[in-house]
């Protein structure tokens, strides 16, 4: 009775899905015409939805902790991560000041002085020369001045480096761009499941041999000793480095990137789950870092992860960081539900079929697009 009722509703639900891309495709002359296009806009790639394993079993990782049977939807994530020339952009139409832009306020920080609580960031500087020991974390340094357009120090600039991807990016500044854009942070699942690039079972996006050309990382004793094999002792512009298999730049290396998940050790109600959205802000919590409270996963290492120190260069690689803290390491990129762009209205399908499964409902609506993608030249998938 129920597969009955299953099929009478798929019926509705692929009329209603129909009607909206009849919309969608008329108002794209190019579609109809059977030139290459896609439902996702043209600087995001389509990922068609599957199951996967998410972390490892590295005991030396234990928050990677292996989470089996994921399923995501079919997405659309940026080709790379966001550049100062796409945020530049971004505040100039809305005057948007970032975090890092902001005085401290006497407050929330009672105990600095007000030099203390004026605007800035942490920047990364590396010891000496000819030191050799140093404390844990004490090469990052608060920096007043420091934001994304004096991203290591009120001297420095971001002239010539359109294509860097931004940096002293806090959490609240990435949502920000994301509502201005109308696109949304990628979840953890989403995320990892794009830095995969079709590789399920490597190590790195490209295969299970660290290599200095395939990401932008730290070669040498970290944070002594960059030997730079890759070619970049910082930031390189997006794109310096081959693309993964899903045809997505510096999924790992370069900056990391803030996801929407908030962070905790294991993946409690991730295992065989649909679309999972990680634990609650209240559940949020890391045993490294309890003066922190609740803090997002950031995932793909950046340019200062070496073999000796950190390793995060890996998809299932993840650390969490203080939503209030940038850095001149940590960016983001941006992810759409091609659904949205056909004019396609899930919670609204949903509601209309209060009888079937969301998954049922999401899964005939991924069939479409897929074959949709395939139809008009999108996927190479
Ligand atoms: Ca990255």
């Not at 971004?90 to 000041?97: D, H, I, K, L, P």
């Not at 990129?333 to 209309?352: A, E, H, W, Y």
């Amino acid at each position: 009775m129920r597969e009955v009722n299953v099929n009478c509703v798929s019926f509705k639900i692929l009329a209603t899905v129909l009607s909206a891309w009849c919309c969608w495709a008329l108002s794209m002359p190019i579609a109809i015409a059977g030139q290459a296009t896609s439902a996702c806009p043209s600087d995001m790639v389509y990922i068609p939805g599957g199951s996967f394993t998410m972390g490892s079993d590295n005991p030396d990782f234990v928050e990677e902790k292996i989470a089996e049977d994921v399923t995501v939807s079919s997405f659309c994530i940026e080709r790379h991560e966001v550049t100062n020339a796409q945020f530049a952009t971004f505040v100039e139409a809305t005057g948007y000041v970032t975090v890092a832009e902001r005085s401290l306020s006497k407050e929330q920080f009672p105990h600095l002085s007000d030099d203390e609580r004026s605007p800035g960031s942490l920047v990364f500087k590396p010891p000496e020369e000819g030191i050799q020991q140093v404390a844990y974390l004490s090469w990052w340094q608060w920096t007043p001045g420091a934001n994304w357009r004096h991203p290591f120090g009120p001297d420095s600039n971001i002239q010539g480096k359109d294509d860097h991807p931004v940096v002293h990016i806090a959490y609240e500044d990435a949502v920000a761009y994301a509502n201005w854009a109308g696109k949304q942070l990628p979840t953890e699942a989403q995320w990892e499941y794009a830095a995969r690039g079709r590789r399920f079972n490597t190590i790195f996006t490209w295969g299970n041999q660290y290599s200095p050309k395939q990401a932008n990382t730290w070669q040498g004793k970290f944070p002594f000793f960059n030997q730079q094999q890759d070619g970049f002792a910082g930031i390189a512009p997006v794109g310096s480095f081959p693309p993964n298999g899903f045809g997505l730049f510096d999924m790992t290396g370069n900056v990391w990137e803030w996801t929407a998940d908030w962070f905790r050790i294991d993946r409690r109600g991730m295992e065989h789950s649909f679309n999972p959205l990680g634990p609650s802000r209240v559940e949020s919590y890391d045993p490294k870092k309890p003066w922190e409270g609740a803090m997002h996963v950031i995932k793909g290492g950046s340019y200062l992860c070496a073999k000796n120190y950190c390793s995060r260069y890996r998809p299932v690689a993840r650390e969490s960081q203080a939503p209030d803290t940038g850095t001149s390491h940590i960016g983001f990129r941006l992810v759409l539900d091609p659904k949205s762009t056909l004019g396609i209205d899930i919670n609204q399908l949903v509601k209309d079929s209060p009888d079937v499964d969301k998954y049922v409902i999401s899964k005939i609506l991924d069939d479409f697009v897929d074959v949709l993608e395939r139809g008009i030249g999108g996927s190479d998938d």
